[in-house]
Nanobody, 116 residues
């Protein structure tokens, strides 16, 4: 089993920054994809960013140029640096680790609120 623990959410004014972390533990395979999704009130959960074991990363168009995903394989941890935050970035952010189409694991979520 795999456990994911997120941290780093909070309240930030527009234009501010936050850094989310997600630490994975348990039966983690060396080859995996870690990523971030978010769910805003009244909206579907959406993809934010992902990064594979080799370091290649992918972003949603809405966050390109503002968010940066990175990972520390030695610590089994993925980070999401969020800059130039906007009110529309307000959501619960979820960490996801996927080994294949069946072995997909989710964190409990962390709230990010962008408001003055």
């Amino acid at each position: 089993q795999v456990q994911l623990v997120e941290s780093g959410g909070g309240l930030v004014p527009p234009g501010g920054s936050l850094r989310l972390s997600c630490a994975a533990s348990g039966s983690i395979f060396s080859s995996n994809t870690m990523g971030w999704f978010r769910k805003a009130p009244g909206k579907e959960r959406e993809f934010v960013a992902s990064i594979i074991s080799s370091g290649n990363s992918y972003y949603a168009d809405s966050v390109k140029g503002r968010f940066t995903i990175s990972r520390d394989n030695a610590k089994n941890t993925v980070y999401l640096q969020m800059n130039s935050l906007k009110p529309e970035d307000t959501a619960v952010y979820y960490c996801r680790l996927s080994v294949d189409v069946i072995r997909v694991y989710w964190g409990q979520g962390t709230q990010v609120t962008v408001s003055s």
